[in-house]
T-cell receptor
């Protein structure tokens, strides 16, 4: 059983659409990260959340600790948003930077 | 500041060989983590080093090992390569080891034939 589940696995959207990617986890966590991976492999950390909501440009991330759920929203999507988005959690039981990862959501934004 | 660098970027080996991958963290970062990424298993944590000490290890066989030097540069080694070790190996650095933002390198793509 994977401790972190993401949905959907694949997502195709038209440019300008509002996009939501979901992440559910089954363990108590101290932090949740959203990562973006472009073709070619490079990974960028988008957000680190322990509660509430964060916004950066067109990206918004929310977390509900009680429901063990987080969402990543992209407003006014653009073809350059096409990437794989990965949710990562740091369980309370883990020390250091040991994370569990979701399998990723592959997003394609069509012009 | 320069980002995280990894060498080599691409590598082809044959079964039974061993391989050493290198990671140079962002200047001042003391934690280096290594990850394996495959299409079937996704991203999986290999190990983390902090101040030259292995702090955590993921669920990988003993063929996978690593070390960190006094300048925080890190190497990982895979001995007796298997076909299933073909993957993208990523390292990430952070200032400390408390779950904060990690900065990823471009990865080393290893193909085992």
């Amino acid at each position: 059983k994977n401790e972190v589940e993401q949905s959907p696995q694949n997502l195709t959207a038209q440019e300008g659409e509002f996009i939501t990617i979901n992440c559910s986890y089954s363990v108590g966590i101290s932090a949740l990260h959203w990562l973006q991976q472009h073709p070619g492999g490079g990974i960028v950390s988008l957000f680190m959340l322990s509660s509430g909501k964060k916004k950066h440009g067109r990206l918004i991330a929310t977390i509900n600790i009680q429901e063990k759920h987080s969402s990543l929203h992209i407003t006014a999507s653009h073809p350059r948003d096409s990437a794989v988005y990965i949710c990562a959690v740091r369980p309370f039981s883990n020390t250091g930077n040991q994370f569990y990862f979701g399998t990723g959501t592959s997003l394609t934004v069509i012009p | 500041k320069a980002g995280v660098t990894q060498t080599p970027r691409y590598l082809i080996k044959t079964r039974g060989q061993q391989v050493t991958l290198s990671c140079s963290p962002i200047s001042g970062h003391r934690s280096v983590s290594w990850y394996q990424q495959t299409p079937g298993q996704g991203l999986q944590f290999l190990f983390e080093y902090f101040s030259e000490t292995q702090r955590n290890k993921g669920n990988f066989p003993g063929r996978f090992s690593g070390r960190q030097f006094s300048n925080s540069r890190s190497e990982m080694n895979v001995s007796t390569l298997e076909l299933g070790d073909s993957a993208l190996y990523l390292c990430a650095s952070s200032l400390w080891t408390s779950g904060e933002t990690q900065y990823f390198g471009p990865g080393t793509r290893l193909l085992v034939l």
